[in-house]
């Protein structure tokens, strides 16, 4: 479903006539079919998130190309309420001027549903992620970090994506909360057969999610690895990684 | 309304904005509140002292101070304000883009802005009026064409840590276009900081208005200006200091006005303060109050 290939990014350091050019991803390709959880492990600055922003079509690849059922994922049309996101801060995930009725509503205009239906399907979703409609009215400053991220996960499910890339989602949570909302990403990936990117920095959170993990580091991917065979990885990253989460 | 009461509840802030409105309202409304014809002369009223027929009493060529007040509120504040909203509606359409699009857009954008900003501001308006000529519609057309670079600067800033934040992210991912990106996020959350930053310089800019009008290259005579009066006033400023005092006091009371204002508004539209049940909050906290009263008692 998600295909990508050969994919590199550079930034430009500095100002306008900066020569100094920063190598953020080198060589990327791994594919992601239907309904699969892969996750993308890395330190900071590891490139994930940029790769995670080039998975969403906001951002071009210097090289490389990027399919989504076979177009072109720089394509608006083609993403169309069809690739979802749930990103970390969740103090900047919605509109501070929107209630979150507002903020759900948003993906759902692109469906061109009626009104009725658009109100019923805001109650439908508030609930499916564990919150009742007294919701609806609140603004984003008055919602906890949980709940932020319930009502953000709500949004990614509303237009019923292929996919829903969550870059970080959970690694500004507490650790209670953490797990609530992984169990929420369980079983709402059960109900709508979704694909999930796990982009994230923390390997017990991938390993208790997803089918399959990638590992990067400096911009190059160290080894992919199914859950089931996450012991027996064979780059000495991979090894240092896991060791670390052992002790 | 939320926002109104906002700034209800700050008390100087609310006297400024009702000095503001009825500074405006009076200048929309010049010749119907206005006592007598502004241009009227009475010779036989020179320098009249205060009266019941002319409250401010009367300039140098007695006409009523107070009519020339209430219609030099024309070009001192309603034609600066439109001059105002002209720049930074510029400023903000190229600021949007700039900040918006990034990249090459932006570097050109900006280095035209940076152009701009490298002139002075008074000097490019003397050398403006010194091609176009004197008058206020020149004046005018000076500072549209000098301020809206520094608001395209502001909203430029603005507008780039807006277009950072994951809602916007998110909204591109889902396939929203650019437009009503823009229209429906852009725009009202970075409403508030144009809202500000057009109101101080609004302040500044009635000053130099009234500033340009002293220096006799702003609205010619027989038409009322608060500058202009100041100016016409200056040559008795020591036997009649009275006629001095009302354009001055005026153009003091409403440029303060207009920067508490400005201050309030910073305050009063911040997205924070909006509440899906504000009643309910004031009363939890009467109660938590009543309840630290028996803990100290």
Same mark, same amino acid.
């Given at each position: 479903m998600l295909s990508v290939e050969?994919?590199?990014?550079?930034? @430009?350091?500095?100002?306008? $006539?900066?020569?100094?050019?920063?190598?953020?991803?080198?060589?990327?390709s791994f594919s992601c079919g239907?309904?699969e959880?892969l996750?993308?492990?890395? =330190?900071?600055?590891?490139?994930?998130?940029?790769?995670?922003?080039?998975?969403?079509?906001?951002?071009?690849?210097?090289?490389?190309?990027i399919r $989504?059922?076979?177009?072109?994922?720089?394509?608006?049309?083609?993403?169309?309420?069809?690739?979802?996101?749930? $990103?970390?801060?969740?103090?900047?995930?919605?509109?501070?001027? $929107?209630?979150?009725? =507002?903020?759900?509503?948003?993906?759902?205009?692109?469906?061109?549903?009626?009104?009725?239906?658009?109100?019923?399907?805001?109650?439908?979703?508030?609930?499916?992620?564990?919150?009742?409609?007294?919701?609806?009215?609140?603004?984003?400053?008055?919602?906890?970090?949980?709940?932020?991220?319930?009502?953000?996960?709500?949004?990614?499910?509303?237009?019923?994506?292929?996919?829903?890339?969550?870059?970080?989602?959970?690694?500004?949570?507490?650790?209670?909360?953490?797990?609530?909302?992984?169990?929420?990403?369980?079983?709402?990936?059960?109900?709508?057969?979704?694909s999930?990117?796990?982009?994230?920095?923390?390997?017990?959170?991938?390993?208790?999610?997803?089918?399959?993990?990638l590992?990067?580091?400096?911009?190059?991917?160290?080894?992919m690895? @199914?859950?089931?065979?996450?012991?027996?990885?064979?780059?000495?990253?991979?090894?240092?990684?896991?060791?670390?989460?052992?002790? | 309304?939320?926002?109104?009461?906002?700034?209800?509840?700050?008390?100087?802030?609310?006297?400024?904005?009702?000095?503001?409105?009825?500074?405006?309202?009076?200048? +929309?409304? *010049?010749?119907?509140? +206005?006592?007598?014809?502004?241009?009227?002369?009475?010779?036989?009223?020179?320098?009249?002292?205060?009266?019941?027929?002319?409250?401010? #009493?009367?300039?140098?060529?007695?006409?009523?101070?107070?009519?020339?007040?209430?219609?030099?509120?024309?070009?001192?504040?309603?034609?600066?304000? *439109?001059?105002?909203?002209?720049?930074?509606?510029?400023?903000?359409?190229?600021?949007?883009?700039? #900040?918006?699009?990034? #990249?090459?857009?932006?570097?050109?954008?900006?280095?035209?802005?940076?152009?701009?900003?490298?002139?002075?501001?008074?000097?490019?308006?003397?050398?403006?009026?010194?091609?176009?000529?004197?008058?206020?519609?020149?004046?005018?057309?000076?500072?549209?064409?000098?301020?809206? +670079?520094?608001?395209?600067?502001?909203?430029?800033? !603005?507008?780039?840590?807006?277009?950072?934040?994951?809602?916007?992210?998110? !909204?591109?991912?889902?396939?929203?276009?650019?437009?009503?990106?823009?229209?429906?996020?852009?725009?009202?959350?970075?409403?508030?900081?144009?809202?500000?930053?057009? !109101?101080? +310089?609004? #302040?500044?800019?009635?000053?130099?208005?009234?500033?340009? !009008?002293?220096?006799?290259?702003?609205?010619?005579?027989?038409?009322?200006?608060?500058?202009?009066?100041?100016?016409?006033?200056?040559?008795?400023?020591?036997?009649?200091?009275?006629?001095?005092?009302?354009?001055?006091?005026?153009?003091?009371?409403?440029?303060?006005?207009?920067?508490?204002?400005?201050?309030?508004?910073?305050?009063?539209?911040?997205?924070?303060?909006?509440?899906?049940?504000?009643?309910?909050?004031?009363?939890? *906290?009467?109660? *938590?109050?009543?309840?630290?009263?028996?803990?100290?008692?």
């Amino acid at each position: 479903m998600l295909s990508v290939e050969g994919v590199e990014k550079f930034y @430009k350091k500095g100002g306008l $006539f900066a020569r100094d050019i920063q190598h953020v991803l080198k060589n990327i390709s791994f594919s992601c079919g239907d309904g699969e959880c892969l996750g993308i492990i890395g =330190e900071s600055g590891s490139g994930k998130s940029t790769l995670g922003r080039l998975l969403l079509g906001i951002e071009q690849p210097a090289r490389g190309t990027i399919r $989504f059922d076979g177009a072109n994922v720089m394509d608006r049309g083609a993403r169309s309420g069809r690739i979802s996101a749930v $990103f970390q801060d969740y103090t900047s995930s919605m509109n501070p001027f $929107f209630r979150v009725e =507002e903020v759900i509503k948003e993906p759902l205009r692109l469906r061109k549903i009626g009104h009725q239906a658009v109100q019923d399907k805001i109650d439908q979703l508030l609930h499916q992620v564990g919150l009742n409609s007294t919701y609806r009215k609140k603004y984003p400053h008055e919602l906890s970090g949980g709940e932020a991220q319930r009502v953000s996960l709500a949004r990614a499910v509303a237009t019923e994506p292929k996919l829903i890339v969550l870059d970080e989602a959970i690694s500004s949570l507490d650790g209670s909360v953490q797990i609530q909302v992984l169990d929420l990403l369980r079983s709402l990936r059960q109900l709508y057969n979704m694909s999930y990117i796990f982009i994230t920095h923390d390997i017990q959170a991938a390993a208790y999610l997803c089918d399959s993990v990638l590992i990067i580091r400096d911009g190059q991917i160290e080894e992919m690895a @199914k859950i089931e065979q996450l012991k027996n990885v064979q780059s000495a990253y991979a090894k240092k990684l896991l060791r670390m989460i052992m002790t | 309304m939320n926002m109104l009461k906002q700034i209800l509840k700050d008390r100087l802030a609310g006297v400024s904005l009702f000095i503001v409105a009825i500074t405006i309202a009076a200048g +929309a409304f *010049a010749p119907w509140l +206005a006592p007598h014809d502004p241009n009227h002369i009475h010779m036989e009223l020179r320098y009249a002292g205060p009266s019941w027929d002319f409250p401010l #009493g009367n300039d140098h060529l007695g006409r009523d101070v107070l009519s020339r007040l209430i219609f030099g509120i024309r070009p001192s504040v309603l034609y600066v304000f *439109a001059a105002l909203l002209a720049s930074v509606c510029m400023g903000a359409i190229v600021g949007f883009i700039a #900040g918006y699009f990034r #990249g090459r857009t932006d570097a050109v954008l900006m280095r035209v802005v940076d152009a701009m900003l490298s002139f002075p501001g008074y000097v490019l308006t003397l050398a403006l009026i010194g091609m176009l000529g004197v008058g206020l519609e020149n004046i005018l057309i000076a500072f549209v064409l000098s301020k809206w +670079a520094w608001f395209a600067r502001i909203i430029r800033t !603005s507008v780039m840590q807006i277009a950072e934040t994951d809602y916007i992210k998110y !909204s591109k991912t889902i396939g929203v276009g650019h437009l009503s990106i823009m229209a429906r996020h852009i725009v009202p959350v970075s409403l508030p900081d144009i809202a500000v930053i057009a !109101s101080s +310089a609004f #302040g500044s800019m009635v000053l130099q208005i009234s500033g340009f !009008s002293f220096l006799g290259l702003g609205i010619q005579a027989p038409h009322a200006e608060w500058g202009m009066m100041l100016n016409e006033a200056r040559t008795v400023m020591f036997s009649k200091p009275e006629l001095m005092l009302a354009p001055g006091l005026t153009i003091i009371l409403v440029v303060s006005a207009i920067n508490f204002l400005s201050d309030a508004l910073q305050g009063a539209l911040d997205p924070k303060l909006m509440s899906s049940k504000a009643k309910f909050q004031a009363r939890t *906290a009467v109660s *938590a109050a009543r309840l630290q009263g028996k803990e100290v008692a």
